[in-house]
């Protein structure tokens, strides 16, 4: 067998063990008494309008409904799309520029797949989404990882730049970002955009920026730039699994617009990457539901609420973090130095956030508040406790 992808499949994800972990406790002392922030598993319903169109599809011809559609998708599906980002944009996309996907973890691997090839280095900012790490590596690049600016947790421009080597290929940027809550801000990214095209032109060849983009519709009213008018060799990545709560039907898109110069080749290198790792053709059944639901809003009310109630609370109890934009996480500062350290102590308290250390950080935690409203007042007791012990 192959030894990388048997060291990728034994390999344990920290946010899957701890899940994993609490619903064993759960079961041994109840659900109520142990308070897991681990996963970013929408707590929020998907909207009914998603299930009336489904309800609808159903009377289609079987053969029709159940069939393959092109590997890029359906014309129709990719259009609407094209046209709600066109209304909201005010962009002249179509569904050439548009590849349905298995959502943005297919969306992310078949762009890094397409724009790099095995030698080049793809830069990261700190704390990262860990999954980033195994896709770059198993495209033969290196992760090059850029630590954000400590206040706010934004880009660090003149650190980007200077990470910059000949094998610079592209850049992940997340925004709103998962672990850290922050919303890039549009002069943010614009600092960002002048360093990749000068570097671009001292180098001669383009370096890419891949705009990871699945929590754009959860904010608490931060303008989201739309990356591709500030720098134009952007792809972006998305998917509904949080803006619909939909995360288990793996549907999503990589847009190629036409504000990057090669954007025919491009969209052709997906097409290939999509080919080459087998991602084609995403789930027939949810590409009909876009094409009735791609403007349904996002409920973000709920996260709202448990948003303000965490915040409070561990305010009051003298936690520090970083005061979230959008995504439904919070980062906040370890007690001690030793992320893993702080975490176990909090497990002794049935508190089961997750250590920084997965996301290519030192001493924070990442807490994910879509959870229950209860789940949040019910733990503050155990955050204060928690802090007491440190005293
Ligand atoms: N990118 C980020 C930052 C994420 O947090 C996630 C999922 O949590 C993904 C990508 C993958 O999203 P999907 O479930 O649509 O594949």
Redesign the pocket.
């Given at each position: 067998m192959n030894k990388t992808m048997y060291a990728y499949g034994a390999e344990k994800s920290a946010i899957r063990e701890i899940s994993a972990f609490a619903a064993a406790r759960k079961a041994q002392i109840g659900a109520d008494k142990v308070f897991d922030f681990s996963i970013?598993n929408p707590s929020v319903p998907a909207p009914d309008a998603v299930r009336r169109s489904i309800e609808r599809a159903l009377e289609l011809p079987p053969c029709e409904l159940h069939g393959y559609t092109p590997a890029a998708g359906l014309p129709a599906a990719r259009q609407v799309v094209a046209a709600s980002l066109n209304r909201r944009f005010g962009t002249a996309y179509t569904a050439d520029n548009l590849y349905l996907t298995v959502?943005?973890?297919?969306s992310?691997s078949i762009s890094i797949h397409a724009l790099t090839n095995p030698g080049d280095e793809v830069i990261v900012i700190a704390p990262y989404?860990p999954e980033y790490r195994v896709w770059i590596e198993t495209a033969g690049c290196a992760c090059v990882e850029v630590t954000a600016d400590q206040e706010r947790f934004q880009i660090d421009a003149a650190a980007v730049c200077a990470a910059v080597t000949p094998r610079t290929r592209a850049i992940i940027v997340?925004s709103p970002n998962?672990p850290t809550g922050a919303v890039y801000a549009r002069a943010n990214l614009e600092a960002l955009a002048q360093v990749l095209g000068e570097k671009s032109v001292e180098q001669g060849q383009p370096i890419y920026l891949i705009c990871?983009e699945?929590y754009r519709e959860i904010t608490y009213g931060a303008e989201v730039p739309w990356v591709p008018g500030i720098y134009g060799n952007t792809v972006v990545c998305y998917?509904y699994?949080k803006s619909l709560s939909l995360?288990g039907e793996r549907i999503?898109w990589v847009l190629v617009p036409d504000t990057m110069p090669d954007a025919d080749r491009v969209m052709c290198a997906m097409a290939g990457a999509g080919r080459t790792l087998g991602f084609v053709c995403a789930p027939a059944l949810f590409q009909r539901v876009l094409m009735d639901c791609v403007d349904e809003p996002s409920d973000v009310e709920a996260y709202a609420r448990n948003r303000e109630a965490l915040t409070a609370g561990l305010a009051r109890a003298g936690y520090t973090y970083v005061e979230p934009d959008g995504a439904f996480y919070l980062w906040v500062k370890a007690l001690e130095p030793d992320a893993e350290a702080f975490f176990e102590r909090a497990r002794s308290f049935e508190l089961l956030p997750v250590p920084s250390t997965s996301f290519g950080a030192a001493g924070w935690v990442r807490v994910s508040y879509c959870v229950p409203y209860d789940t949040i007042v019910n733990s503050l007791p155990a955050w204060e406790a928690l802090a007491a012990s440190y005293r």
């Open positions: 970013g959502g943005a973890a297919a992310l989404f997340n998962n990871d699945p998917s699994s995360p999503g």
